[in-house]
């Protein structure tokens, strides 16, 4: 069964800071996937990597296959950034990791 | 983008009574459905995974007979949370993909149950 480790757990910054969270697995995978989830519960599937790097706005993905790690970068945070951001492998099933709360104070 | 309707959003049952949730994505055909549940301040936790026409594939540890998926459509699959008990009291959430393996999960907005 993969193992998903994320990190920091918890993470609060000042706006306008570069953030980065990082997750870590431990058997091969498909594909891995970055969600962000609001207050309410609503989730939004922000990326999904097998390989690389991928860039939406101010939000930056990148895989590294071989380390068995990615990274989710946040540029020029936003208090609106304020969530907790959650890494998905893919592998035999769907294995999430704990999630990082992240908290952009103004 | 696509859309994944999951209804109700909140539901209050009684102990001992079933409770069905909808999972419906509105403009694309989701050959494969998954459902979660999330406790508080706690990640996600896939219970099953269903593809259209078949029987769900349970997680380890999740009672088949309790939690009743049936995903009789491309578009919409049900979580049937049977003679329910307070510690059934969950956030659950659905997530359609279309087909392939590393197609995008699309998430529907959850369903927080209580159960008195």
């Known amino acids: 069964k993969n193992e998903v480790e994320q990190s920091p757990q918890n993470l609060t910054a000042q706006e306008g800071e570069f953030i980065t969270i990082n997750c870590s697995y431990s058997v091969g995978i498909s594909a891995l996937h970055w969600l962000q989830q609001h207050p309410g519960g609503g989730i939004v599937s922000l990326f999904m990597?097998?390989?690389g790097k991928k860039k939406h706005g101010r939000l930056i993905a990148t895989i590294n296959i071989q380390e068995k790690h990615s990274s989710l970068h946040i540029t020029a945070s936003h208090p609106r950034d304020s969530a907790v951001y959650i890494c998905a492998v893919r592998a035999d099933g769907l294995t999430f990791g704990k999630g990082t709360h992240l908290i952009i104070q103004p | 983008g696509a859309v994944v309707s999951q209804h109700p959003s909140r539901v209050i049952c009684k102990s001992g009574t079933s409770v069905k949730i909808e999972c419906r994505s509105l403009d694309f055909q989701a050959t494969t459905m998954f459902w979660y549940r999330q406790f508080p301040k706690q990640s996600l936790m896939l219970m099953a995974t269903?593809?259209?026409?078949?029987?769900?594939?349970?997680e380890q540890g999740v009672e088949k007979d309790k939690f009743l998926i049936n995903h009789a459509s491309l578009t919409l699959s049900t979580l049937t949370v049977t003679s329910a008990h307070p510690e059934d009291s969950s956030f659950y959430i659905c997530s359609a993909s279309r087909v392939g393996v590393n197609s995008p999960l699309h998430f529907g907005n959850g369903t927080r149950l209580t159960v008195t």
């Open positions: 990597l097998s390989s």
């Open positions: 269903s593809n259209e026409g078949s029987k769900a594939t349970y």
